[in-house]
């Protein structure tokens, strides 16, 4: 790390969020570390998301609203402005778990120079708040690319110099950008990573990768492309044999 404080930049992208939204920037103000830059790049909501960000601009050091090319590209927008050294990204219906995630990610990095990334555990809950899903990256490995499987998403953390070096998030997957994008670091550029046995982020379930069954005959096809785009073999068996895996979540 370049100092013992480091910057570390969360960046939240929404559309019409204006019911969750509040929820996810109390999570990131209430941090016990205290030099975090919260990025808001918001996609032309008409449903008064605008207003409520305006309205704790305190909370927030760069607001950008305009329309885009949809999520991905909004994450790419933001991870663009970041000056952080450390980047995270929390979407507008998840919460950071407890007050000292941020703090918990820094001293990670602090114990070891070489880190470029950490990754911890997510815990899915439905609209009252009560959890219904744990998903933990302990037992996690870069092999579980070929059976479609990546750590959870919103508990990644990394240098902001792996996106200037591996680029961003790909415009041309509709829903697992993201896995392409951890597959290019932590497979291909095999990028230093260490896992934390921490609670990092709660998540509303009725993401966009488990909306429905075409949703997730997308998301497989997608993960099919990925793995070919980085050279690593894998078929559709291997792919869908993750729910199996997937199954101790839920216990």
Same mark, same amino acid.
């Given at each position: 790390m370049k100092n013992d404080f480091p910057?570390?930049?969360?960046v939240t992208v929404c559309y019409n969020s204006v019911t969750t939204i509040e929820r996810t920037m109390d999570s990131v103000h209430q941090q016990s570390y205290s030099n975090i830059e919260y990025i808001v790049i918001d996609g032309g909501s008409k449903d008064g998301t605008v207003?409520?960000?305006?309205?704790?601009?305190?909370?927030? !050091?760069?607001f950008v609203s305009e329309k885009d090319q949809g999520m991905y590209d909004a *994450?790419?927008?933001?991870?663009?402005?970041?000056?952080?050294?450390?980047?995270?990204?929390?979407?507008?219906?998840?919460?950071?778990a407890s007050i000292n995630v941020v703090e918990t990610i820094v001293n990670a990095f602090r114990g070891d120079v070489q *880190? =470029?990334?950490?990754?911890?555990?997510?815990?899915?809950? !439905?609209e009252r708040g009560r959890p219904k899903r744990y998903c933990s990256a302990k037992d996690w490995r870069t092999s579980d690319f070929r059976r479609g499987m990546m750590p959870p998403h919103p508990? +990644?953390?990394?240098?902001?110099?792996? #996106?200037?070096?591996?680029?961003g998030f790909r415009l041309d +997957?509709?829903?697992?950008?993201?896995?392409?994008?951890?597959?290019? +670091?932590?497979?291909?550029?095999?990028?230093?990573?260490? #896992?934390?046995?921490?609670?990092?982020?709660?998540?509303?379930?009725?993401? =966009?990768s488990t909306k429905n069954w075409r949703s997730n005959y997308i998301i497989n096809q997608e993960i099919q492309r990925a793995c070919e785009l980085n050279g690593l073999k894998t078929n559709y068996?291997?792919? #869908?044999?993750?729910?199996?895996?997937?199954l101790k979540e839920f216990f």
């Amino acid at each position: 790390m370049k100092n013992d404080f480091p910057l570390v930049s969360i960046v939240t992208v929404c559309y019409n969020s204006v019911t969750t939204i509040e929820r996810t920037m109390d999570s990131v103000h209430q941090q016990s570390y205290s030099n975090i830059e919260y990025i808001v790049i918001d996609g032309g909501s008409k449903d008064g998301t605008v207003e409520l960000i305006r309205q704790k601009s305190a909370w927030v !050091d760069v607001f950008v609203s305009e329309k885009d090319q949809g999520m991905y590209d909004a *994450l790419n927008k933001g991870i663009a402005l970041a000056k952080g050294e450390i980047i995270g990204l929390l979407h507008a219906d998840d919460v950071l778990a407890s007050i000292n995630v941020v703090e918990t990610i820094v001293n990670a990095f602090r114990g070891d120079v070489q *880190l =470029k990334a950490v990754i911890g555990d997510t815990e899915f809950e !439905d609209e009252r708040g009560r959890p219904k899903r744990y998903c933990s990256a302990k037992d996690w490995r870069t092999s579980d690319f070929r059976r479609g499987m990546m750590p959870p998403h919103p508990s +990644f953390y990394c240098l902001k110099s792996c #996106y200037n070096l591996y680029g961003g998030f790909r415009l041309d +997957f509709e829903i697992a950008a993201d896995f392409e994008l951890l597959l290019r +670091f932590l497979k291909v550029a095999l990028i230093r990573f260490q #896992y934390l046995p921490v609670l990092m982020v709660r998540m509303r379930l009725g993401g =966009k990768s488990t909306k429905n069954w075409r949703s997730n005959y997308i998301i497989n096809q997608e993960i099919q492309r990925a793995c070919e785009l980085n050279g690593l073999k894998t078929n559709y068996f291997l792919i #869908y044999s993750k729910y199996f895996r997937k199954l101790k979540e839920f216990f």
